[in-house]
Nanobody
């Protein structure tokens, strides 16, 4: 099993930046797929970005060029650097890991508003 704890959410103005962190309860060296999803009010949860153990990344079209996902295996942590934030990025952001089953964090709120 894997427990995931997100942090780093908050309120930011349009055009601002935030960095989300996802700390895992165990080594992530052999967790092939980790990433971030988000869910806005009244909408379905959607993929934001994923990263494999080899460092391959994948992004939703809506965040390409603005968001960067990375992982630090020594710290058992996955990051999501978010720049040029827009009001439509407002959502609860969830960390996930695929390790046999899918595991989810509790979510962290990101609000982009002036």
């Amino acid at each position: 099993q894997v427990q995931l704890v997100e942090s780093g959410g908050g309120l930011v103005q349009p055009g601002g930046s935030l960095r989300l962190s996802c700390a895992a309860s165990r080594t992530i060296l052999n967790i092939n797929a980790m990433g971030w999803y988000r869910q806005a009010p009244g909408k379905q949860r959607e993929l934001v970005a994923t990263i494999t153990s080899s460092g391959s990344t994948n992004y939703a079209d809506s965040v390409k060029g603005r968001f960067t996902i990375s992982r630090d295996n020594a710290k058992r942590t996955v990051y999501l650097e978010m720049n040029s934030l827009k009001p439509e990025d407002t959502a609860v952001y969830y960390c996930y890991a695929r390790y046999g089953a899918d595991y989810w964090g509790q979510g962290t709120q990101v609000t982009v508003s002036s």
